[in-house]
């Protein structure tokens, strides 16, 4: 339910956040002459072959500090939930929602450059809130649970209408974190029928 090592879950998620501020602070102390120049321009720029490595760069990137800022406290709460699985388990949900998040966004995203943690956050969010019932495991329901009465109402940004919000990104950050979910179960579903004796029948 928790991390093996709460306290050490908790500075590689602090550590990750600190990045995202060093970079941001980068950004903003090193102004670029154009905006074609600007590190945000290196965000997901859908249906353009330039904008294809967007899909790596741009959970890394924010518009501003209040666009980091919110971004923060779900990037660090939820990561420290998710290292309950162990950093295996984190990479490889982390590696799915980020693909799929940026993936989806450069197919049918709105002109322009995407940016921002959050399809990531989405993401994470998805796969917290299933993972217990895809392990029938009754204290990840009850974090689950937790986290929707918190933090349930993000889900709304899936959908479309609120101006200069990717909801393209959070929609297919929240798929990510279905296939994630998805496949986390089944690899758990083959470990345990490895391990389970064999049957002989005479």
């Known amino acids: 339910m928790l ?9 590689g998620m602090f550590i990750f956040v600190v990045a995202l501020f060093a970079i941001e602070f ?34 890394l990137l924010h518009f501003g500090w209040q666009h980091l800022i919110s971004n923060s406290l779900p990037l660090f709460v939820l990561g420290w939930l998710l290292l309950a699985g162990g950093i295996r ?13 940026g993936a989806g966004t450069w197919l049918i995203g709105a002109p ?7 399809g990531v956050i989405f993401g994470w969010m998805v796969f917290l809130l299933l993972r217990g019932f895809a392990q029938r495991s009754v204290a ?3 974090v689950a649970v937790v986290l929707f009465f918190y933090w349930g109402g993000m889900l709304w940004g899936v959908l479309p209408g609120q101006p200069g919000i990717s909801w393209e990104g959070h929609l297919f950050g929240a798929l990510g974190g279905v296939l994630a979910t998805w496949l986390v ?14 049957t002989l029948a005479g």
């Open 3 to 11: 991390p093996a090592n709460p306290l050490k879950a908790a500075v």
């Open 26 to 59: 980068y950004d903003v102390a090193t102004p670029a002459p154009n905006p074609a120049m600007d590190l945000d321009a290196n965000g997901i720029q859908p249906r353009t072959v330039e904008g294809l490595d967007g899909i790596i760069w741009a959970p």
């Open 89 to 101: 388990q984190f990479v490889g949900v982390t590696a799915v929602v980020w693909v799929v998040a």
């Open 112 to 118: 322009g450059f995407h940016v921002g943690a959050s």
């Open 140 to 142: 990840q329901i009850l």
């Open 185 to 198: 179960a089944r690899s758990t579903r083959r470990g345990v029928s490895r391990a389970e004796p064999g």
